[in-house]
């Protein structure tokens, strides 16, 4: 028999066959690329959805965008990309608990956030500004692997970044990424918790009766409630769902982290801030759009498009920078 087993792309759609739930989304049945591709000998289309994602330039910039807290003094901090990797955590021990399709739902995961703009939500709010409707991250994370880093993404995981923020009517279409919406929510929740209590905005008491007593204590004991209650009640319902009790103290702790940490009345000069810089970098570039790098110009969009897609994709530190450069030269 040897020492191993070889396991390629074959063996594993194989295996997709045998061992995952009725319901899930099989690779060898994927609605495919909008550019036909070979498919690779020993990964399936989801796999190699999930590496082209991981190695991506949009990835890799996460590590420099917000999450909630602004240019942290201290090492522990979420990031944009460890709470990415964080929901990807929650989200593939969901797939596994249901037996959907880990690589796809990684994938989703994976890419659900490359287009948040700098200064996380505060930096969506100012580019909403200057379009009709909303901005969106979500559509930005599309726009990024489909146009300005082309992926050539198969539609299933293209889907479900679109549709991953609960405030997206149209669902995704498969349950792996209706896995996403859950793992988003429940990851973002449980470590801006304990950034919170980290920072000393909110002791661990300071929760509401309701979350303490369902959910347990913040962190991980959060995590493996709402975790366990999506695995539960989708057995149950034959659709990823969440049981109204959970949902609803989840919902409750919502209201709370955003009335208690992310629109509290003591940073409001520092999101004020926030949204001056984007706003401001967004007009200097409508007026220079010469100025726009080539590698990060799509000559195909209108002009404030090009800009809106240059200054989303920046980094934080990235954004204070040029920010600094354009309004707040040094003389000496």
């Not at 999930?50 to 999450?67: P, V």
């Not at 570039?285 to 002009?303: K, L, N, Q, S």
């Amino acid at each position: 028999m040897g020492a191993f087993r070889l396991r390629d792309r074959v063996v594993t759609e194989e295996q997709e066959q045998l061992l995952l739930s009725p319901s899930a989304t099989h690779a060898a049945h994927s609605l495919g690329r909008v550019v036909p591709e070979e498919p690779d000998p020993w990964r399936t289309a989801f796999e190699r959805d999930r590496d082209r994602i991981l190695h991506s330039k949009a990835f890799r910039r996460l590590k420099h965008k917000t999450q909630v807290f602004m240019n942290p003094e201290g090492d522990h901090y979420v990031t944009r990309l460890t709470h990415t990797l964080q929901v990807t955590q929650v989200g593939r021990s969901i797939a596994h608990g249901l037996s959907l399709n880990p690589a796809l739902t990684e994938a989703i995961c994976l890419g659900h956030d490359v287009g948040h703009s700098p200064f996380g939500h505060t930096g969506e709010d100012a580019l909403s500004e200057f379009v009709e409707g909303e901005w969106r991250h979500s559509d930005q994370s599309v726009r990024i692997y489909e146009v300005l880093e082309p992926l050539n993404l198969t539609a299933e995981v293209l889907d479900g970044i679109r549709a991953h923020p609960w405030k997206v009517k149209t669902p995704a279409q498969t349950p792996e990424g209706g896995i996403v919406r859950f793992a988003d929510r429940i990851a973002y929740l449980a470590h801006d918790a304990l950034d919170a209590i980290r920072a000393g905005v909110l002791g661990p008491d300071d929760f509401p009766h309701a979350v303490l007593a369902s959910l347990g204590v913040a962190g991980s004991e959060w995590i493996n409630t709402m975790i366990n209650a999506v695995i539960t009640t989708s057995m149950e319902r034959d659709e990823v769902a969440m049981d109204e009790h959970t949902l609803e103290v989840m919902l409750d702790l919502r209201n709370f982290m955003f009335e208690r940490v992310y629109l509290r009345a003591d940073v409001e000069p520092q999101r004020r801030r926030a949204r001056e810089i984007v706003r401001n970098l967004v007009e200097y570039y409508v007026a220079h759009p010469g100025e726009i790098p080539p590698t990060y110009r799509h000559d195909d969009a209108d002009a404030l498009t090009q800009v809106i897609d240059f200054v989303a994709g920046m980094t934080d530190r990235y954004a204070i920078r040029r920010h600094d450069e354009l309004f707040r030269p040094q003389l000496f």
